[in-house]
T-cell receptor
Framework: QKEVEQNSGPLSVPEGAIASLNCTYSDRGSQSFFWYRQYSGKSPELIMS????GDKEDGRFTAQLNKASQYVSLLIRDSQPSDSATYLC????????????FGQGTELSVKP | NAGVMQNPRHLVRRRGQEARLRCSPMKGHSHVYWYRQLPEEGLKFMVY????????ESGMPKERFSAEFPKEGPSILRIQQVVRGDSAAYFC?????????????????FGPGTRLLVL
């Protein structure tokens, strides 16, 4: 089992729809969870961080964390073509120091 | 406030040469991380450093790779005797100093990366 798993996609949604990106992780003691966006040929850009169970909203983005199910998700409301990118889930696992474990990324395509 | 800086942005080396990648963290950040992204693959952790200390090098290949973060100057990732399989994007990230009880919540901010091509 991979430490952090994401559906590779591509996930295609129409403009204005809600895009739902999912991520599961293997280490129950994981503490911190991050969503990064990466455009092709560019570096990862932080979208959201979440540390506690529940929802965290920032503009059109909502991160959801369920530690019991070892599941973290990112919802993008009113998706725009400019949201088309690869979304990376990253987890800071227990007793792993500061390093982040990344999923493979989900490619999102928002069609006009 | 300048972000994480990396140079060079692109580096071409022939097999057997050395590659030196540099990273200057964000102002006020004292933690540096190096990650590698192979073509069509995810980001993989390589090494975590603080000034003059290697904290975690569990992701570093055992041979040819080394990293440092001196008291003065940027962090350097050094690859000796490069091979074609070293061709990848190398990203540096930095985070602020840990505070007690933070439990690793410090966010890592990424630099633009160095794209290494080995011919």
């Amino acid at each position: 089992q991979k430490e952090v798993e994401q559906n590779s996609g591509p996930l295609s949604v129409p403009e204005g729809a809600i895009a739902s990106l999912n991520c599961t992780y293997s280490d129950r003691g994981s503490q911190s969870f991050f969503w990064y966006r990466q455009y092709s040929g560019k570096s990862p850009e932080l979208i959201m961080s979440i540390y506690s169970n529940g929802d965290k909203e920032d503009g059109r983005f909502t991160a959801q964390l369920n530690k019991a199910s070892q599941y973290v998700s990112l919802l993008i409301r009113d998706s725009q073509p400019s949201d088309s990118a690869t979304y990376l889930c990253a987890v800071n696992m227990a007793n792993q120091g500061g390093k982040l474990i990344f999923g493979q990324g989900t490619e999102l395509s928002v069609k006009p | 406030n300048a972000g994480v800086m990396q140079n060079p942005r692109h580096l071409v080396r022939r097999r057997g040469q050395e590659a030196r990648l540099r990273c200057s963290p964000m102002k006020g950040h004292s933690h540096v991380y190096w990650y590698r992204q192979l073509p069509e693959e995810g980001l993989k952790f390589m090494v975590y450093l603080q000034k003059e200390n290697i904290i975690d090098e569990s992701g570093m290949p055992k041979e040819r790779f080394s990293a440092e973060f001196p008291k003065e100057g940027p962090s350097i990732l050094r690859i000796q005797q490069v091979v074609r399989g070293d061709s990848a994007a190398y990203f540096c990230a930095s985070s602020p100093p840990r505070t007690s009880g933070s439990l690793g919540q410090e966010t890592q901010y990424f630099g633009p990366g160095t794209r290494l091509l080995v011919l």
